[in-house]
């Protein structure tokens, strides 16, 4: 195999390897934003959601550099100008052991992917119901507390039209 397509498919090796390194870590994220919703810790909800956030956007730097090393490997061995390919389409070109090794990548992305989509879809049906627990929480203390009737349920000023009224203090 020629060096180019060595360090090519090296690059792409390695952006796989940090790929699932990250979806890992995103994995063990999501545990800590389960038990952050399950105890209702809207501290610890809020740095869960920011270390979220930090390795979403990692991941995404991340696929940029795997879509240019298959575009540059596709370039290589399919001829196919600043067009990307998949991983199966890439390693019915490359010899064994990397083919195997790629696959063996490829796959292992998936199914950390696939985890941490059922994970994400999870936590999501949890924090719709938390959200919908706390709006009728919200709802509840409305109407305990709003006797003036000054706001409407949806926390907004509601305008009542001006009562008149006076009281006649004199003796």
């Known amino acids: ?33 389960r038990e952050a919703i399950r105890t209702a810790d809207g501290d610890k909800l809020m740095a869960v959601v920011r270390r979220e956030q930090t390795l979403a956007e990692e991941l995404v730097a ?8 298959a575009s540059q490997l596709a370039e290589q061995l399919l001829a196919r100008r600043g067009q990307s ?9 490359i010899d064994e052991p990397s083919r195997s090794r790629l696959l063996k990548l490829g796959e292992e992305l998936r199914e950390v992917v696939q985890r941490a989509a059922g994970e994400a879809s999870v ?15 919200r709802s509840l203390m409305h109407g ?11 926390g907004a000023m509601h305008i009542t039209p001006r009562l008149t009224s006076a009281l006649d203090i004199t003796l």
């Open 85 to 93: 390919a998949t991983i199966a389409e890439l390693a019915e070109y």
């Open 1 to 33: 195999m020629d060096e180019l397509i060595e360090s090519h498919l090296a690059a792409l090796e390695d952006h796989l390897r940090g790929m699932i390194d990250v979806q890992e870590r995103m994995l063990a994220v999501f545990a800590d934003k």
């Open 144 to 154: 305990a507390l709003d006797r003036a009737r000054t706001y409407s349920r949806s």
């Open 123 to 137: 936590l999501r049906d949890a924090m719709e119901r938390l959200t919908g627990h706390l709006r009728g929480l």
């Open 62 to 69: 991340l696929d940029g550099l795997r879509i240019e090393a």
